[in-house]
Structures are given as C-alpha cells and as structure tokens.
Nanobody, 115 residues
C-alpha cells in the first residue's frame, strides 16, 4: 500500500520559512514525478512545484524564487523549502506522487502565514 506522509506544517509569520517533508512508503520515489500542491480557503487545489524523475522542475509563478523542491531518493523523501512566506501562501499542502498513470496523494498539512 502506497502512503505519502507530510510533515513540517504549522503557523509562521510573514517573511518566515518552513520546510515540508513527504515520506513515501510502498513505492520508490526514484521512479516517480514528485510534486507539491496546495488548496487555500475557498480555492481549488493548485500546483506549487513538481520534480520529475528525470530531474526537471516546474514551479508556479507565485512561488518562483521563494520555494524549492528537492528529493532524497535514498530516504524516499521529497521536500519543499519555503522562504519569504506570504499570507497568500496559507493553504493545506499536499504531496503528490505520479508513477506512469497512477497518482497518489498525502493527507495534507496546514500552513498558516499570519502575524
């Protein structure tokens, strides 16, 4: 059974930083495209960043230059480093694994950016 477990969420002040982790089990992320998505209050889920198993990376325009996705295949874990956080980054953040035509989601972790 594939499981993706996010951690690292919480409350942070504007301008602060957080790092999210997504630990995978039941699947090797080495063979997957790994991504982070988010869903803000009253909004649809949107792509934040995705890292293909070939190494290419795509970011949403709203997070370019502030967020960095990375992976440690040996630890079967993907990360999202978030810097210069803004109130509009407040959302539930979801980890996503894409293997061929199969898609897996984590349960989500809440990020709240507020003073």
């Amino acid at each position: 059974q594939v499981q993706l477990v996010e951690s690292g969420g919480g409350l942070v002040q504007p301008g602060g930083s957080l790092r999210l982790s997504c630990a995978a089990s039941g699947i090797s992320i080495r063979n997957c495209a790994m991504g982070w998505y988010r869903q803000g209050p009253g909004k649809q889920r949107e792509l934040v960043a995705v890292n293909s198993n070939g190494g290419s990376t795509t970011y949403a325009d709203s997070v370019k230059g502030r967020f960095t996705i990375s992976r440690d295949n040996a630890k079967n874990t993907v990360y999202l480093q978030m810097n210069s956080l803004k109130p509009e980054d407040t959302a539930v953040y979801y980890c996503n694994a894409q293997f061929v035509i199969e898609t897996y989601w984590g349960q989500g972790t809440q990020i709240t950016v507020s003073s």
